[in-house]
T-cell receptor, first 113, second 112 residues
Framework: EAGVAQSPRYKIIEKRQSVAFWCNPI?????LYWYQQILGQGPKLLIQ????????DSQLPKDRFSAERLKGVDSTLKIQPAKLEDSAVYLC???????????FGPGTRLTVT | DQQVKQNSPSLSVQEGRISILNCDYT??????FLWYKKYPAEGPTFLIS?????DKNEDGRFTVFLNKSAKHLSLHIVPSQPGDSAVYFC???????????FGTGTRLKVLA
């Protein structure tokens, strides 16, 4: 069974630029999560999808972050414009129908200069 | 508001000895607690979990203990192996919110 795929693995951008991350969850997993992990901290949930609907985006900075999950499968997370404090690893995870066991992708390390 | 805390940022243990990683929480609404292991440049991988109605769960070399009165859980690794060297995160999961709250992680180094 293929795991959660993410791309790109690394991205360096200047502040005020935009960036997008892509995630392909495990086949058949209805729930998809995006996390932000700042160095020295644990992952923090940004947004949770159930199929292609948003069930929790309470910690998503909506003035600059957006996410979508088309057709209930792949998802993209966008930052526009980026700030220095957005430098972090962005992790995508999926689970079967909001089950407590989540499977994480390798993450995208974003550096904003 | 840090609902899940891992107060030890790092831990070093000799190979073959026991590793004990600790985690404290403040939210009594968590239904499950989980431990994830993370290697550099990889995503976290699930290690072991425990239901809030249990006080112990064992899987091979890994055992998680839950003390609800103290709001404390611990992960025991016996015997520790060099391949166990990683960052370990504990997380609380609430069935009402269906989301994790992670601790800040403990970096374990097992010395050969």
């Amino acid at each position: 069974e293929a795991g959660v795929a993410q791309s790109p693995r690394y991205k360096i951008i200047e502040k005020r630029q935009s960036v997008a991350f892509w995630c392909n969850p495990i086949s058949g997993h209805a729930t998809l999560y995006w996390y932000q992990q700042i160095l020295g901290q644990g992952p923090k949930l940004l947004i949770q999808f159930q199929n292609n609907g948003v069930v929790d985006d309470s910690q998503l900075p909506k003035d600059r972050f957006s996410a979508e999950r088309l057709k209930g499968v792949d998802s993209t997370l966008k930052i526009q414009p980026a700030k220095l404090e957005d430098s972090a690893v962005y992790l995508c995870a999926s689970s079967k129908d909001r089950a407590y066991e989540q499977y994480f992708g390798p993450g995208t390390r974003l550096t904003v200069t | 508001d840090q609902q899940v805390k891992q107060n030890s940022p790092s831990l070093s243990v000799q190979e073959g000895r026991i590793s004990i990683l600790n985690c404290d929480y403040t939210n009594s609404m968590f239904d499950y607690f989980l431990w994830y292991k993370k290697y550099p440049a990889e995503g976290p991988t699930f290690l072991i979990s425990i239901s809030s109605i249990k006080d112990k769960n064992e899987d091979g070399r890994f055992t998680v203990f839950l003390n609800k009165s103290a709001k404390h859980l611990s992960l025991h690794i016996v015997p520790s192996q060099p391949g166990d060297s990683a960052v370990y995160f504990c997380a609380g999961f609430g069935s009402g919110t269906y989301k994790y709250i992670f601790g800040t992680g403990t970096r374990l180094k097992v010395l050969a």
